[in-house]
Nanobody, 127 residues
């Protein structure tokens, strides 16, 4: 079955960096776009970044532009989120997601457009 497993979260001081990974299995990873979202306590889930099937198109939320980088390795069935210059407001559970209804489609920016989610990885940034 289709499965997404995030890893790489943790506790880090403000200004630090983390690299989140999302390992995919159960489908043809290289044919579908991927997205990262996050949900802070008491807040709604929000879009962070998305990448298309080939990696040539990337989109970011304004709040993370210049600090976060999404990438993918289709040979390893993995998508990454490099997070630099972390701020306390980046504290959240980070989720990766994919939409496998349409191959070679554009990356999505809304969570309602994704149909498969990982379990999330916690990122906590101390001030």
């Amino acid at each position: 079955q289709v499965q997404l497993v995030e890893s790489g979260g943790g506790l880090v001081q403000a200004g630090g960096s983390l690299r989140l990974s999302c390992a995919a299995s159960g489908y043809t990873f290289s044919s579908y776009g991927m997205g990262w979202f996050r949900q802070a306590p008491g807040k709604e889930r929000e879009f962070v970044a998305a990448i298309n099937w080939g990696g040539g198109a990337r989109y970011y939320a304004d709040s993370v532009k210049g600090r976060f980088t999404i990438s993918r390795d289709n040979a390893k069935n993995t998508v990454y989120l490099q997070i630099n210059s972390l701020k306390p407001e980046d504290t959240a559970v980070y989720y990766c997601a994919t939409e496998i209804r349409r191959a070679y489609g554009p990356p999505h920016l809304r969570d309602s457009e994704y149909d498969t989610w990982g379990q999330g990885t916690q990122v906590t940034v101390s001030s």
